[in-house]
């Protein structure tokens, strides 16, 4: 294997390209990136770069140190797996003998935009950099801002409005969090956003419609709601449609195996792919899930049957409202927590919710804990827990 080319210029791709490296491969490496940039931190998109005080060089990632040729503002747009060629959007094409797809994802829309609304902001996501400057560019004239969707990118959004001095409504079909922290911690998070001004409505499927003077929000139920702005995080799509035709899609998805391999020497890692895990084959769109998937792909190209599996443990964080939530372990969780340690602070608590043999999820509420610490308390077997500990909260 002398070529590898790495479709996708995010965490997983750069991941993939050092784990690469690291393994010894010192052949040609070809990155294939849609963005212009280089990799930068996408959770910092939604937790410091909006805030008031932002530190404006939270996303920036050190500079790659892998050598690889970098075709940056490009996107593969498809793929001969039995010529070994990427063919990319400007008519070119890659000859590939290993390859790396983490190719990512892209918000949905709750409406596509026409030719006339393109660009005009009828409709705003958050996933890019350029999407991130333009939210804070227009929040800085503390417009009424309405968000659509209730999952954390939808919460941390609401968050840095409101923190800016917006009035802002949250639109969701559930209570916020709800599907990715179960009802125990959503409750905690609701009751400090309404506590903080936000404004929380649920009316089913919700439409959008342009008005003189904004922008305006129609719901399943009847109800409309009137703004200057909107915001939808209404979750991602994976970005394979590049792979239409090349036969390695299942039902329109990607699914890898527990090396994150598709074929022998074809692997995918991050959001683009679904894996094993101990709740099923799954896709997990998270940071670091991206990363450890993507160090299990590298090693299977290099390695094969050698290479160790990928055992995913989730971790995950999310920040608003005043409040700092870090879990590790799959959620959602059910019901209330099996073990409670408070912190020093009023607000601060470590819970573990047991899954028995395949251990639990561990949850850091404004308590400071190493994340290796808390995946390894999430990982620990029922006898690691002391008598539950009301948590005050």
Known sequence: MRRVVVVGNGIAGLTACDSLRAGGFDGELTVVGAESHQPYSRPALSKALLQVNAD???????????GAVELLGHSAAGLDVERGMVHLDGGGELPYDGLVIASGSRARRLTPPSPAEEGSGRELTLRTIEDAVELKRRVAARPSVIVIGGGPLGMEVASGCLGSGCAVTLVADVPPLSRQLGTHLSDIFAAAAISRGLQIVAGGEARIARTQDGVRVL???????????????????????????????????????????LRPNIVAAGDVSSFPTRRGQLRVPLWTSAIDSAKAAAGALLNGDEAPELDLTPYFWTEGFGLSLKAAGFTPVSGPPDYAEPGKADTSVLLRWDHGLNGGTAVALNYRIPVPKLRRFAQAGPGALRSAVPAGL
């Open 219 to 261: 719901l399943a139920d009847g109800a409309v709601l009137d703004a200057e702005m909107v915001v939808t995080a209404i979750g991602d799509a994976p970005n394979v449609q590049w792979l239409a035709g090349s036969g390695l899609l299942v039902d329109g998805q990607l699914q890898a195996d527990s090396r994150g391999r």
């Open 56 to 66: 404006l060089g939270a996303h920036e990632l050190p500079e790659p140190t892998h």
